[in-house]
Structures are given as C-alpha cells and as structure tokens.
C-alpha cells in the first residue's frame, strides 16, 4: 500500500562492519567515540531431527572489554567517556546489528532501540515515538526481506527479567531467519488447508468471530482489533490483528499503523495497571515469510504473552508444555478479557 517511511533514516558502518540506522533526528556521537566490536564467538544451525526443526547454537567467546564502564548501559547515547552501541549523542530510533549475533553466516540479528531514555516502556513512550517504531519495523521487514539469505523477518520484544531481559532500556529485536521457524509454518499450513476447503483466510474468519461474539473483544480501533483468544495459553495472552486481510506491516496503510501503534500502547498499560507492577512479556509479530513464495493465507497479528498469572505468581513452562507441547491455561480467557478491558 505505501512505501513510506516515517522518520528519515541515517545509516552508519562500524568498523567491524555492523550496521547502525538512526530513525529521526539525532547528534553526532562524541568525540573519543570508540565504536564496540562484534563479539568472537561461533553461530551454528543444528538440525532436531525428532521436532524437525534448528536449533540456533549461539557460543560467544565475550574476551573483549570494549566500555569504558560496563556498568553503563549500551543502549543510551553516547556520551564523553561512555561509548555505546548508538554512535550518537541523541537519537529518537536506532536499530543496530547484534554484537552476539545468534545468526552470522546466514540470517542477522537486529536490535531496535525505541529511544535514548533509559527508562520507559511501550505503554509509556510519546504516541507519535510507538507510531514511528511500527513504521521502522515495517522499514526494517522490508529491507529485510530483500536479502536472498533471509526467509523470515521476526519482529519481537521480550520485556522484564522474568523473561531473561537483563537491560531496562525500552528495546526490542529482530531475527531475520534463513528459515522459516516452526510455529510459523504449522499456523501457515493451517491456513493453507482452510483456503484449500474453500473458507478464506482462517485469521479473518477468527478476527471476525471475536468481533461479533465480543465476550473477549478488548478495543477495536482504525480498523485494528485486540482481544483474548478463546483459545489463550498464556494467561491474559493478547493477540492484535488488523481486520481486514493484511500479511504484513507494509501492507497496512499509515494511518492503520498508527492505529496499530495506539493499541499496542493501550495493551502494554493495561498490563503494567494490571498487578501495579510492570508486566513481563514477551511480544510476537506474526506477518509473510519472505522467501519470495505466495502466502495468500498470511495475516498480520502481533501476539503478547505476559507471564504473570497473578501479583506474585509467574508461569512457568513445564514439562507439560515443553515436554509434550500441551499448555494448561489456568483461568477463563473470558475473565480475563473482562480484566483487561476495565483497565484499557
Ligand atoms: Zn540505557
Ligand atoms: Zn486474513
């Protein structure tokens, strides 16, 4: 629908090569800025040959010291004495290639910075700052996508310790796989054997079933629905999907990314309002692979599972759900659709 791009983009190379874009204005880094170097270390893809499926082997020898204070976050500016990831004094946007990439040869590893304030969250960032990163994802996911080693372009954020996420700083990632994951895969083959019976597209059907049922519709807005899915394994698990047939964030109009935007805030705060305490999640952009097949059964959808079932309970995956691949939800979707929607 429209190529645009928000923000104005400024791309830099480091000299190890990695690739720093500056989304928007930002100020030069300053002087003394000593760029850090790619980290030493080995990226392997092993084949599961009973899931059937890689799993990405990430060793990376961390000799290097390259901050002068490590204590100092490498997401920040940079600033006289602190040499970060973003080689620039301000910033609105950055997206820089991973310094322990778990993919090297095929494939890379994006992080995308949402701004130069240390503290902050989705839910807490400037609207016009989230509306501009949905649009740098979809610059990203389209740059991406053009490469011939890339077969899809992951879009993700996984948010608070609980999931592993050691830096405060508001970020998410990117994997740009040379394969299509799993998951995606098995959702796109039942897709494709919907159509094939002749019914469309399956997250159409599903989209339009929970609007008309509305028991677990949580906002509809610019064309643009969140909701529990009746079929939920997280608990208080959110998917966002544009109702009409979209596959990708390139797709979708200006005006219905900045839709999308505003419900993406308005999930992450009533997370955070939720138990009064910052939700830990972990956020999933679902759109086409890119390896230059037709995917008409491919639609947009941005999944969030947040891994607090209560103030103080977090949930685990289990032997259940990891052994067997069988999720016990505890509680209603329904209920907790009611939850939410008190809190949006
Ligand atoms: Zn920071
Ligand atoms: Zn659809």
Redesign the pocket.
Known sequence: VTDRVAAPRTTLTQPDGRHVHLYGAHRQAPEGYVAPLISEGIAQRRWHPLRQEWVLVSAARQTRTFLPDLAQCPLCPSLPGHSSEIPASAFELAVFDNRFPAMRDRGCCEVVVYTDQHEGTLGTLPPKRVSDLVDVWADRYRELSQRPDVRYVFIFENRGEAVGVTLPHPHGQIYAYPFIPPVVRRELDA?RRYAARGK??????L?LAEVQAGQRLLISDGGIVAYVPAYARWPYEVHV??E????SLTDLSPSARAALAGILQRVSRAYDRLFDRPMPYMMAVHQRPTDGRRYP???LRVEFYPTLRDAGKLKYLAAGECGAGTFVAEGMPEERAASLRTLM
Request: with cysteine.
């Open positions: 897709g469309g597209c399956l997250l159409c059907a989209v999907a544009p009409d047939h979209r596959s059964q491919a639609h």
